[in-house]
């Protein structure tokens, strides 16, 4: 939920930004075009104010222009009072202040320039000029902007908000197994943890006894042992992953060598048909935990004078034992966190059910995959496919 609304807040900020952002960017391109559009009246009208001054009559040239530019010209004296006004002026009041001004005609739109008149550096009159404004598109243009800016950033909520739950997902499932971890280890503990203080408690009653202590320390090793497979299962994060090119043949071979005393000590024969330099991207250590839980599982449960055989070749690895096998029942949960088929054995040295949590946990994060087959009576055949 928290991760829900942390998406949505991100990709708002981001969305807010990319608008701000488009607003700026327009808003400059505006402003220029806006200037460039000014800049070019007033050169437009200037051009047309010194055709007119530049001809031999001066500014009495108006009477020499067609009717149609005369429409658009006023002349007036120094006091303002008109000596020549086109049409286009009759109810626009005369004002002396230079540069260009726009007015409205019907549907027509006019930009009128004044510029005064002078002789021996005296204001003799006063000269407007008048064109047809070009077509108003900026306003057009404008809405048109924000329409976009609107759906780029409508665009943009969407597409950060994907990202922002991607990017989260992860410290999301971070945290989704630390909280499994604290309601597996509050759960998990209070068994071991009673046996300890009622240990404890029996210790104190009788000091000359010391099994009591004994099984205390026995039991806060189980503890610890639990603790540390709970933290191993919750710190497992495909970011942590140091993943290299490894030998899994050299390296199954050395698991099988640690394990081959207590194999030996279960009168357990292990047959190892390994392929010769095989290799994997994989985390090392992880890899090494696969293949050494699988291993002890096969010798665990198997029988007496049973077989575990290894097989690896390019694209597996199978580990099949002659044990008791599983019953078709359990087989959908014996990648549970804490499930055990058997649930008379009771401490950790036993098994506390999260050694197969674990490695379906580091087959996922390779992105591999594992499946499991048994027979009940016959045997069990663990098979990781790379
Ligand atoms: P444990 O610590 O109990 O071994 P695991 O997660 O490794 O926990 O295994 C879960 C359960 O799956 C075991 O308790 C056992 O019942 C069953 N199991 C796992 N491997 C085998 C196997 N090779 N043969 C029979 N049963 C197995």
Avoid: C
Avoid at 3 to 23: E, G, H, K
Avoid at 126 to 135: E, F, G, M
Avoid at 156 to 185: C, H, N, W, Y
Avoid at 285 to 303: C, G, H, M, P, T
């Amino acid at each position: 939920m928290i991760f829900r609304r942390i998406s949505y807040w991100l990709a708002a900020q981001f969305t807010v930004f990319v608008f701000a952002l488009l607003l700026v960017t327009g808003s400059v391109y505006f402003a220029g075009d806006l200037l460039q559009r000014h800049g070019e009246t007033r050169a437009r009208l200037e051009r047309q104010m010194m055709q007119i001054l530049e001809r031999p009559s001066g500014s009495r040239a108006v009477f020499l222009l067609p009717p149609f530019q005369r429409e658009r010209i006023r002349v007036t004296d120094a006091l303002g009072q008109p000596v020549h006004s086109g049409t286009l002026y009759d109810d626009i009041p005369f004002s002396p202040r230079r540069g260009i001004t726009t007015v409205e005609r019907g549907n027509e739109s006019y930009d009128i320039l004044t510029s005064p008149l002078f002789q021996d550096g005296q204001i003799v009159g006063y000269l407007q000029v008048a064109d047809r404004s070009p077509p108003n598109v900026l306003s057009t243009r404008a809405l048109m902007f924000i329409l976009v800016s609107v759906l780029i950033s409508g665009f943009t909520f969407i597409v950060g908000l994907l990202f922002a739950r991607r990017s989260l997902k992860p410290a999301e499932q971070m945290m989704q197994r630390l909280e499994q971890f604290t309601q597996d280890a509050s759960h998990e503990l209070r068994t071991p943890l009673t046996a300890v203080s009622t240990s404890l408690d029996l210790a104190l009653a009788d000091p000359g006894d010391i099994t009591h202590i004994t099984e205390a320390k026995k039991g806060l090793k189980d503890v610890t042992t639990l603790v540390e497979r709970l933290l191993d299962l919750a710190r497992l994060d495909a970011f942590a992953l140091t993943k290299e090119s490894v030998d899994i043949s050299a390296l199954t071979n050395a698991v099988l060598d640690v394990h081959e005393a207590h194999a030996q000590r279960m009168n357990v024969h292990i047959d190892r048909r390994i392929a010769e330099a095989v290799h994997v991207s994989a985390d090392p250590a992880l890899l090494r935990q696969l293949v050494a839980n699988l291993l002890s599982n096969a010798i665990k449960f198997n029988r007496k004078g049973g077989t575990v055989t290894v097989t690896l070749t390019k694209n597996s690895l199978t580990v099949s034992d002659t044990g008791s096998g599983i019953a078709a029942a359990a087989l959908s949960h014996i990648f549970d966190r804490f499930y055990r088929e058997d649930t008379a054995r009771s401490n950790a040295a036993d098994g506390l059910g999260l050694g197969l949590a674990l490695t379906k946990r580091i087959v996922d994060l390779h992105n591999w995959s594992i499946t499991v087959e048994s027979t009940q009576g016959s045997g069990s055949t663990f098979t990781v496919t790379f």
